[in-house]
């Protein structure tokens, strides 16, 4: 863990965790993080075997592989950087030759019905919000937005955002943000001048209370997993 609240290369961490008969329990890797009601851990697949029963609303990506989830009656196959969202109290089950499974676990909701949402990565996006003009440096970007699961309190989310290229300075992060880019590249700077790039097909996550950049030269796509507080 860095010193301040930071960046995380979640596709580094996945490599951390190890097989076990428990990969969404005791056998999983779980990432400390400073504060809020969020988990995040790392699973190898291999074989088949169940997940018990978790309370709260859970997103799977795939980091490695392929796997199989089977939850609420319907089985989805899931390949690297494909994902879903487990809403409710519910268990799954799962298949897999050898996959590395994050999961990033919203523990503070209540009163979600079971339900299941794969997350489409083609989906028709809405313009949205751009960054605060006092923020940026350079052009306000073009920014497009779909947000596919929403907790019952409003405080978790899940969906594909995309936006064209842009620069803004440092702001602190109220949330935390799980990040899979399906396009382009983003660079991030912390408030310790730590810096770090991540392109397409790589998972990260900024903590919540990170003080960070961000600096895209190219159209940027990704999908995100956001706890926010409101």
């Not at 990565?121 to 779909?146: D, F, K, M, Y």
Request: glycine share 10%.
């Amino acid at each position: 863990m860095t010193t301040c609240p930071s960046f995380i290369d979640i596709a580094a961490f996945a490599q951390t965790a190890k097989p076990g008969a428990d990969p969404f329990g005791a056998d999983a890797a779980l990432l400390p993080l400073r504060g809020g009601p969020v988990e995040l851990l790392a699973s190898v697949l291999s074989g088949k075997g169940s997940a018990e029963t978790q309370t709260g609303d859970t997103m799977l990506i795939v980091a490695e592989g392929e796997a199989r989830i089977t939850a609420g009656g319907q089985t989805h196959a899931l390949a690297k950087g494909e994902s879903l969202v487990l809403s409710g109290p519910q268990g799954f089950e799962w298949s897999a030759d050898k996959a590395r499974i994050v999961t990033m676990r919203y523990t503070g909701g209540a009163g979600e019905a079971a339900g299941v949402t794969a997350i489409d990565p083609t989906t028709e996006r809405v313009p949205s919000g751009a960054p605060l003009a006092e923020l940026l440096i350079g052009p306000t970007p073009q920014c497009h937005n779909h947000t596919q699961f929403l907790s019952a309190d409003g405080e978790f989310m899940v969906g594909v955002w995309d936006s064209s290229p842009y620069h803004r300075r440092a702001m602190p992060y109220r949330h935390f943000e799980l990040m899979y880019l399906l396009d382009g590249s983003v660079t991030f700077i912390d408030e310790e001048g730590r810096e770090g790039t991540f392109r397409k097909g790589d998972l990260f996550l900024v903590e919540q209370n990170a003080q960070c950049s961000w600096e895209s030269r190219e159209d940027v796509t990704k999908i995100f997993a956001i706890y926010r507080p409101k």
